[in-house]
């Protein structure tokens, strides 16, 4: 456990999260882009690295596509075991 963890932690994904996310990204070497969709609702953030890229609606989401990449490499897509259905299939009981 590192010193500066004294009690117990918990962490949601909104927008103080952002910049500390492009952090790690820009800290993995992505180098990082945000474009603004037309209509100026969205924002799409892209993560360059070689010829590698990766976009999503936030950079939480962004950083998620990452490490999904970097722990699976192009056999991202793990279906097996369905995580999915059961965690959601417990939400409902």
């Given at each position: 456990m590192?010193?500066?963890?004294?009690?117990?932690?918990?962490l949601?994904a909104?927008?103080?999260?952002y910049?500390p996310t492009?952090?790690?990204?820009?800290?993995?070497g992505?180098?990082l882009q945000?474009?603004?969709?037309?209509?100026?609702?969205?924002?799409?953030?892209t993560?360059y690295r070689?010829e590698d890229?990766?976009?999503?609606y936030?950079?939480?989401?962004?950083?998620?596509i990452?490490?999904l990449?970097?722990t699976f490499?192009?056999?991202?897509?793990?279906?097996?075991?369905?995580l999915?259905?059961?965690l959601?299939?417990?939400?409902?009981e």
């Amino acid at each position: 456990m590192s010193a500066w963890r004294i009690t117990a932690m918990g962490l949601i994904a909104a927008g103080n999260t952002y910049n500390p996310t492009l952090l790690v990204l820009r800290e993995k070497g992505y180098r990082l882009q945000a474009t603004t969709m037309t209509d100026g609702a969205e924002t799409l953030w892209t993560a360059y690295r070689g010829e590698d890229s990766f976009s999503a609606y936030s950079p939480p989401e962004l950083l998620g596509i990452v490490v999904l990449w970097e722990t699976f490499g192009p056999n991202w897509n793990q279906q097996k075991p369905n995580l999915l259905d059961e965690l959601l299939d417990a939400a409902t009981e």
